[in-house]
């Protein structure tokens, strides 16, 4: 029986092991994970994308709104993420322009406006993305 108990515990050990913390199988994570002030003014965003679907997307669009201290949409702002390979993480840079990064409260996914994966037509994302925020800042859809 402990022979069993220690199979088990090594299998999930390995599944644990295959998945950074945060992305499950199966799942899109858009992660925000640092920013940055820019010397001209504004903010630099850092995004991590971990695709741990078995799907490449060729197209990733998404519509932010940037939310002040206040809870009020400061501006829109789209961002083109494209290409996710299959299992792997990408690191993407947005910059937004005239506001501190202590000026954002919140980051709304407003819409994807484009989800396509390689090869194929656009499909819905919400149902495989999770979403997540390393900032002072709420990453929310």
């Known amino acids: ?7 088990i515990g090594a299998a999930a050990l ?18 925000l994970n640092k ?15 971990r695709n741990q679907t078995d799907t490449s997307f060729a197209g990733f669009e998404m519509s932010l709104a940037i939310l002040d201290t206040n809870g009020v949409i400061d501006r829109l702002l789209a961002i083109d993420a494209a290409p996710l390979p299959v299992a792997r993480t990408t690191l993407k840079l947005f910059e937004i322009p005239e506001t501190t990064c202590a000026g ?3 980051i709304l996914l407003h819409e ?10 656009e ?12 900032t002072t800042a709420a990453l929310v859809k």
């Open 1 to 7: 029986m402990s022979l069993m108990k220690n199979l």
């Open 14 to 31: 390995a599944i644990c092991a295959a998945f950074p913390a945060g992305a499950e199988p199966g799942r899109l994570l858009v992660e």
């Open 35 to 49: 920013f940055e002030e820019i010397e001209t003014g504004g903010c630099r965003a850092f995004f991590l994308f």
């Open 104 to 106: 954002i409260s919140e």
């Open 112 to 121: 994807l406006t484009s989800c396509q994966p390689q090869n194929a037509d």
């Open 123 to 134: 499909i819905d994302c919400f149902p495989i993305l999770d979403l997540n925020s390393k």
